[in-house]
């Protein structure tokens, strides 16, 4: 079973940046797509970007698009998110999250870490 642990979440102005990590332990899937989305209180689950662990082609959502990156660190086995121009709707709670490539929902989710970005 995979193990997925969020980091990298803070307080920060509105502009600034943060790097959020998600360390990936256990065993993983030979074919499969890594992502984070994020949450507020009263608001359903939104999904921020996507990435195969092996390969290119990331996917973001419209709305972080060109502010975020998303990336991966094999060796580390670590899934980044980079945040930058930081807006007050990114606040949020992010979770990781992992899917097999044969299946249509993610299936193994880490805690999550508050992102906070005050104006």
């Known amino acids: 079973q995979v193990q997925l642990v969020e980091s990298g979440g803070g307080l920060v102005q509105a502009g600034g940046s943060l790097r959020l990590s998600c360390a990936a332990s256990?065993?993983?899937?030979?074919?499969?797509?890594m992502a984070w989305f994020r949450q507020t209180p009263g608001k359903e689950r939104e999904f921020v970007a996507a990435i195969n662990w092996v390969g290119s082609g990331p996917t973001y959502a419209d709305s972080v698009k060109g502010r975020f990156a998303i990336s991966r660190d094999n060796a580390k086995n670590t899934l980044y998110l980079h945040m930058t121009d930081l807006k007050p709707e990114d606040t949020a709670i992010y979770y990781c999250?992992?899917?097999?490539?044969?299946?249509?929902?993610?299936?193994?989710w880490g805690q999550g870490t508050q992102v906070t970005v005050s104006s």
């Open positions: 256990g065993r993983t899937f030979s074919s499969y797509v």
């Open positions: 999250a992992l899917r097999s490539l044969k299946v249509a929902t993610y299936t193994d």
